[in-house]
Nanobody, 121 residues
Framework: QVQLVESGGGLVQPGGSLRLSCAAS????????MGWFRQAPGKEREWVAA????????FYADSIKDRFTISRDSAKNTVYLEMNDLKPEDTAVYFC??????????????WGQGTQVTVSS
């Protein structure tokens, strides 16, 4: 059974940066891709970015494009989300997921427990 563990969340001022990590363990980890989603209080889970595991092709939501960067280290079974120029509206719990790299929640088989990102002065 694959387990995903996120880390790197926290409190940051507007305009600041954070780097989230998601480490996979257990089972035979060889996904088609990984994705990052976020969920703010009272809102639906929102897709943020995805990466094809083998090719490294990346995909981004328009709301974070040019500010966030998804990357992966295949040797470490880890995916990252570098977040720059953070805004208060980026505040949410961020989840990583493994499955088919897409914007659809149902395309992912495995999910992490989430890490809180709060952007506030």
């Amino acid at each position: 059974q694959v387990q995903l563990v996120e880390s790197g969340g926290g409190l940051v001022q507007p305009g600041g940066s954070l780097r989230l990590s998601c480490a996979a363990s257990g089972g035979s980890f060889n996904p088609y891709g990984m994705g990052w989603f976020r969920q703010a209080p009272g809102k639906e889970r929102e897709w943020v970015a995805a990466i094809a595991w083998s090719a490294g092709t990346t995909f981004y939501a328009d709301s974070i494009k040019d500010r966030f960067t998804i990357s992966r280290d295949s040797a470490k079974n880890t995916v990252y989300l570098e977040m720059n120029d953070l805004k208060p509206e980026d505040t949410a719990v961020y989840f990583c997921a493994a499955g088919i790299p897409s914007l659809r929640v149902n395309d992912y088989n495995y999910w992490g427990q989430g890490t809180q990102v709060t952007v506030s002065s």
